[in-house]
């Protein structure tokens, strides 16, 4: 089974709205990453989170991460039509060589 | 402009086939990687590099092959023996490690005829 799975598998807002993504793994991680995929697209790094840290901010995203859970959320704040994407957390197993991919969340913002 | 190209878009394969997908960089990274993405799904690793001439099966390898011969080029090769090509390839490159951010080419999407 993946070792970081995303919750929910789709999720659809009105704009303006915030919309909260959440993943969830199995093993100790070095550190959790989060990437947006448009449709037909190549992936785009949003934020990286070290297992020391509990939160981290970028515009208008903020993530958060529970090593004791072994979970971590993704917020986008004041959602735009721009944000429609495939949101997707990858985490690094500790002593692996890669890094993990969820099956992502797919996210649609209606105007 | 700085990043990673791969060509080409959209690729068709006939049975039997060996194709080449190219993967280029110019953001000076040490490690460049190959993932492959079926609908639906998350990313799954097929082949990394750390470092030019040497590389590492990922965790679906099989019907596949790669060389780097140059540090900016990682070129993947999908044999005949991969029987269930259809799917999207993503490469993606990082300064040295799994550890750093990853940056994603925009994909090549191989379809079989």
């Given at each position: 089974s993946q070792q970081g799975e995303e919750d929910p598998q789709a999720l659809s807002i009105q704009e303006g709205e915030n919309a909260t993504m959440n993943c969830s793994y199995k093993t100790s991680i070095n550190n959790l990453q989060w990437y947006r995929q448009n449709s037909g697209r190549g992936l785009v790094h949003l934020i990286l989170i070290r297992s020391n840290e509990r939160e981290k901010h970028s515009g208008r995203l903020r993530v958060t991460l529970d090593t004791s859970k072994k979970s971590s959320s993704l917020l986008i704040t004041a959602s735009r039509a721009a944000d429609t994407a495939s949101y997707f957390c990858a985490t690094i197993i500790q002593g692996a060589q890669k890094l993990v991919f969820g099956q992502g969340t797919r996210l649609t913002i209606n105007p | 402009d700085g990043g990673i190209t791969q060509s080409p878009k959209y690729l068709f394969r006939k049975e039997g086939q060996n194709v080449t997908l190219s993967c280029e960089q110019?953001?000076?990274?040490?490690a460049m990687y190959w993932y492959r993405q079926d609908p639906g799904q998350g990313l799954r690793l097929i082949y990394y590099s750390q470092i030019v001439n040497d590389f590492q099966k990922g965790d679906i390898a099989e019907g596949y092959s790669v060389s780097r011969e140059k540090k900016e080029s990682f070129p993947l090769t999908v044999t005949s023996a991969q029987k269930n090509p259809t799917a999207f390839y993503l490469c993606a490159s990082s300064t040295?490690?799994?550890?750093e951010t990853q940056y994603f080419g925009p994909g090549t999407r191989l379809l079989v005829l």
């Open positions: - | 110019n953001l000076n990274h040490d040295w490690s799994f550890q």
